[in-house]
Nanobody, 121 residues
Framework: VQLQAFGGGWVQAGGSLRLSCAAS????????VGWFRQVPGKEREFVAR????????SYADSVKGRFTISRDNAKNTVYLQMNSLEPEDTAVYYC???????????????WGQGTQVTVSS
């Protein structure tokens, strides 16, 4: 499966963005999907993940209550709705897919190219 993440951009603190992860090559319903983020000089960190049918989700403590992961398997797309954005959320955001839902980066076999999110104070 090939993944493409898009929807990033620049936003002021307190604003919102919605990221999309579009799949091609195979139907995304075959995979659990996770969102991760990375800033220069730091390791890529877990943000959120969703099970194949969307019945189970998990979030990093830093985004809980502000971010929502969802999926539309009919559109072959997974979303990350980000509200109440903070400057600390600035990072490159990546989506990833695997057969098993996980919060661990090394579990995921397939990765998108990343989309930059910049939150200004």
């Amino acid at each position: 499966v090939q993944l493409q993440a898009f929807g990033g951009g620049w936003v002021q603190a307190g604003g919102s963005l919605r990221l999309s992860c579009a799949a091609s090559g195979r139907t995304i319903s075959s995979y659990a999907v996770g969102w991760f983020r990375q800033v220069p000089g730091k390791e890529r960190e877990f943000v959120a993940r969703i099970s194949r049918r969307g019945g189970s989700t998990s979030y990093a403590d830093s985004v809980k209550g502000r971010f929502t992961i969802s999926r539309d398997n009919a559109k072959n797309t997974v979303y990350l709705q980000m509200n109440s954005l903070e400057p600390e959320d600035t990072a490159v955001y990546y989506c990833a897919a695997d057969s098993t839902p996980s919060t661990t980066r090394s579990t995921y076999d397939y990765w998108g190219q990343g989309t930059q999110v910049t939150v200004s104070s």
